[in-house]
C-alpha cells in the first residue's frame, strides 16, 4: 500500500510558478514509477509528467519546457516544479504511483488546486 498527500497547489499569476510536491508512505516507494495528472472541470484527467524510479521522464506536450518533474527517494517525495504558468494549467493536480512492471496507476493522491489567473 501507498498513501500519497499533495501540496503546494494555490492561487498565482499567469507567468508565475508554483511547486507541488507529493509525500508518499511506504518503504518501497523508489520501486513506483511517479505521475502528475491534472483535471480541470468538466474535462478528462489528463497526464501531466511522469518520472521513474532512475529518474527517467515523460511531458505531455502541453507543458514540455515549463514543468519539471523530479523525486527524492530518500525523502520519498515527489515534485513538479511549473514555471511560465498559464490561465489553461488551472485544474486539480493528482499525484499517483504506479508499479514500474504495471501499466494502471494503482494509488492516488486527494489533488491539490492550482489556479492561475490571467
Known amino acids: 500500500q501507498v498513501q500519497l498527500v499533495e501540496s503546494g497547489g494555490g492561487l498565482v499569476q499567469a507567468g508565475g510558478s508554483l511547486r507541488l510536491s507529493c509525500a508518499a508512505s511506504?518503504?518501497?516507494?523508489?520501486?513506483?514509477?511517479m505521475g502528475w495528472f491534472r483535471q480541470a472541470p468538466g474535462k478528462e484527467r489528463d497526464l501531466v509528467a511522469t518520472i521513474t524510479w532512475s529518474g527517467g521522464r515523460t511531458y505531455a506536450d502541453s507543458v514540455k519546457g515549463r514543468f519539471t518533474i523530479s523525486r527524492d527517494n530518500a525523502k520519498n517525495t515527489v515534485y513538479l516544479q511549473m514555471n511560465s504558468l498559464k490561465p489553461e494549467d488551472s485544474a486539480v493536480y493528482y499525484c499517483a504511483a504506479r508499479m514500474a512492471s504495471g501499466v494502471t496507476y494503482d494509488y492516488w493522491g486527494q489533488g491539490t488546486q492550482v489556479t492561475v489567473s490571467s
Open positions: 511506504g518503504r518501497t516507494f523508489s520501486r513506483y514509477v
